[in-house]
């Protein structure tokens, strides 16, 4: 189990594969390999001289994009791990002395600190924060965490920005500790002790337990889960890095926006391990996007049996749940209670999702035949020269805080818009249509994405004075007042190196032209890119302009901005793309 902090993930040096390696747990994955998953293999073979030469290409290729930690990083992260370790043990004690328990029941309660997420898995890159749970025995209340915790922590000189988010759907504290981002969540136990090597797989541990506290334990028990079941983890581990780095740098990462998040990609990195289970690393990124550009969804990704438990707990089973029906892209976690991780994909965003699978494997495939390199892979996205239309989302607030706040209430409510200012974002939305010879009016559309924005925020408590959004309809050719000439010249550079295929020459204009709503499935693609100056790599174009001057643009091309951004967005209040 994820003991508070796992030290054999600490392989990431970068020494070449060996083809040995994988030989001596050749017998052995044949002998697992009935629990291997679903199914059977599709392929037992072990890997070629070739296989190896491509994967430690791979790995080189990786170096560059800072997905490997040194060793004094990796260090570091245990040392922290290690001093959070000993706080929440003190407070655990601290606890159950003002609750009456005599000191010699105090010292042997316990406590403990498991790791989640990227950091458990072995995959986190450098500066990535750290995933946390922190697990309490049966005296301890969540009350208790956000409360005498929170102040014992605000009482460290290593902790900064230490904030409590007690009403979210999973309650978490965040945090800096020494120059490490932490979410730690918190889980009481109905147990009366929890000692250094207490395993959290046991399905029973759930019993009685409150939904919150399953929700903080689900993080630990579903991301181990996955390790236990791919069959040689250095492989699944390498395989992953490579492939979140590809979804980034094609603005497919982030569940919050409709697409898979860190999680969804790594139970089909082990799905694909489980069905080569003695492929290396760059046969596995190869894999991957042969069997994903093929799958049938919604037929739903399982890397096990779902286990027959009933704590009365909700579980993904679309033979039960209505809702569990209409999922596009199931990816099923394998630990108690399933659940469905990919539920915030939509129609369009799989359509994406499933376009770079395709394009993906048209890559990975001349790689393979050596036609060119693995940078290929991992080249940024041309998303302002591939589509024609654009949805312009700007937010504004009059302070730093506020502007935080409201950007993040915003991207989780994108992926409702795209189904259907001393601080200004600008958020750009590619549409792609089905017919040449429509228009599209997006005003019922827009118009409720603001109105649920501004009806969150208000009850939330969030909404503060000069908080404002507008959409605005953006063509391609107007976008040199959105964006710098450097942007949009760096971005038809990697158009022109990328191999898509070219857009239809729209037909003649037809006399007369339907009009419909967005929300009517009249698009056929709708995505969303981030652009980073530094790395190319989010889901979204973001641009955050301060006290008047945008990041990416000169001092003439922000007066533009400006008085494009003071003009309407059209003549009448409808949003039409044409």
Known sequence: MSKMWPQSQYSHTNTPYQSNATKTNEHQNQQNLKTLGMTSAISMAGPKPIDIEKTNDLKESLVPFGVFESEAEMHHRMEVLGSLHRLVRQWIRDESLRKNMPPSVAD????????????????????????????????????????????????????????????????????????????????????????????????????????????????????????????????????????????????????????????????????????????????????????????????????????????????????????????????????YPQQNSTFNVSASTRTVIMEEFRLGLAITDEIMLSKCGWERLFEAPNFFSRYKHFIVLLASSASPVDQLQWCGLIESRIRHLIMIANHCSMWFIGLVFEKTNVNVDLTYDISSFTKAVHYQAENTNMLRDGMS????????????????????KRERTISGAKRRPPEPAPPAAAPHKRTRRLSESSTEEVSLLSYNEDSNSSNMYEVNIQNGTSQTQTAEEQRKTDKQMSEPASTSNSIVCT
Request: with cysteine.
């Open 469 to 488: 959004i507008e959409a605005r309809h953006v063509r391609r050719k107007q976008l040199h007042q959105y964006l710098s000439p450097s942007l949009l």
């Open 108 to 335: 042997t309660v316990g406590g403990n600190i498991y790791t989640f997420g990227s950091y458990r898995l072995g995959v986190h890159h450098r500066g990535a924060d750290i995933d946390a749970l922190c697990v309490a025995p049966r005296h301890i209340d969540r009350t208790d965490y956000f409360q005498s915790f929170y102040e014992l922590l605000k009482t460290q000189p290593q902790v900064k920005d230490l904030r409590a988010v007690e009403d979210a759907f999973v309650p978490v504290i965040k945090m800096n500790f020494d120059g490490i981002e932490i979410d730690l969540l918190f889980a009481r136990l109905a147990l009366k002790e929890i000692p250094d090597s207490f395993d959290l797989r046991d399905d029973m541990l759930l019993k009685n337990l409150d939904q919150k506290c399953v929700r903080s334990l689900n993080g630990c028990r579903v991301t181990d889960e996955i390790l236990r079941l791919v069959p040689n983890i250095n492989n699944f581990r390498l395989t992953l890095r490579a492939i979140k780095l590809w979804a980034k740098r094609h603005g497919i990462y982030s569940n919050t926006l409709g697409y898979l998040g860190g999680v969804s990609w790594a139970m089909l990195v082990a799905r694909t391990c489980q069905l080569y289970p003695n492929a290396l690393p760059a046969t596995l990124v190869h894999k991957f996007f042969l069997v994903f550009s093929q799958w049938k969804w919604p037929q739903p990704v399982l890397l096990k049996q779902p286990d027959a438990v009933n704590l009365g707990f909700p579980v993904w089973d679309p033979r039960v749940n209505v809702s569990d029906r209409f999922h596009l892209m199931p990816i099923i976690t394998p630990a």
